[in-house]
């Protein structure tokens, strides 16, 4: 069974930079043929896509977050991480971390998610 | 791009069936049958119920199917339980490897 958990600071002052990272068990990001992306959700809101990557290969953000946001992998530790750069209150959001069928996007594992709070 | 457009809130009582839609355009829903389907209970991850417009994971009931039609996507619940209230989110390939999500339907169960 796939499990993703999401890890990081669950404060960040606005202007920083907000990292999380995302450690992934029962399957390996070495030779994946899935992408691995981010997802959050905004307090009393909707989901948002924020970006995916697929291991080795290519990264594909969201065009609304693209100038201040990377996803990278660290196959050593089986993890990928978020940065999202010059954050603001508006970045306040539970940030999901998650599978995505390669080619049919479309999540079939998530993290339980993380609130980052902004302030 | 902006989200799909889904109802805000919809309600059912138990036993009847209930039918979600999510509108897309023409370069989103109605371009690619890459449609899915997450079910939300409050504090909770979501959890995929349908893919790829109309097909299950395994472990998800029947009662749960999926449908298209143009730029219109479509949940249908029916046999409705008093543990399928929740939030429910359609998403869908959006071109050029992006994806979009509609703005969310709360289901309540009278």
């Known amino acids: 069974q796939v499990q993703l958990q999401e890890s990081g600071p669950g404060l960040v002052r606005p202007s920083q930079t907000l990292s999380l990272t995302c450690t992934v068990s029962g399957d390996s990001l070495s030779g994946s043929t899935f992408f691995w992306g981010w997802i959050r959700q905004h307090p009393g809101k909707g989901l948002e896509w924020i970006g995916y990557t697929y291991p080795g290969g290519t990264t594909h953000y969201n065009t609304s977050l693209e100038s201040r946001v990377s996803i990278a992998v660290d196959t050593s530790k089986n993890q990928f991480s978020l940065s999202l750069r010059s954050v603001t209150a508006a970045d306040t959001a539970v940030y999901y971390c998650?599978?995505?069928?390669?080619?049919?996007?479309?999540?079939?594992?998530w993290g339980p998610g993380t609130l980052v709070i902004v302030s | 791009q902006s989200a799909l457009t889904q109802p805000v809130s919809m309600s059912g009582s138990p036993g009847q069936s209930i039918t979600i839609s999510c509108i897309g355009t023409s370069t989103n829903v109605g371009n690619y049958d890459l449609v899915s389907w997450y079910q939300q209970f409050p504090g909770k991850a979501p959890k995929l119920i349908i893919y790829e417009v109309n097909k299950r994971p395994s472990g998800v009931s029947s009662r749960f199917s999926g449908s298209k039609s143009g730029n219109t996507a479509s949940l249908t619940i029916s046999g409705l339980q008093a543990g399928d209230e929740a939030d429910y989110y359609c998403?869908?390939?959006?071109?050029?490897?992006?994806?979009?999500f509609g703005g969310g339907t709360e289901l309540t169960v009278l």
């Open positions: 998403c869908s390939c959006a071109g050029g490897a992006a994806v979009i």
């Open positions: 998650a599978r995505d069928v390669t080619g049919m996007y479309y999540f079939d594992f």
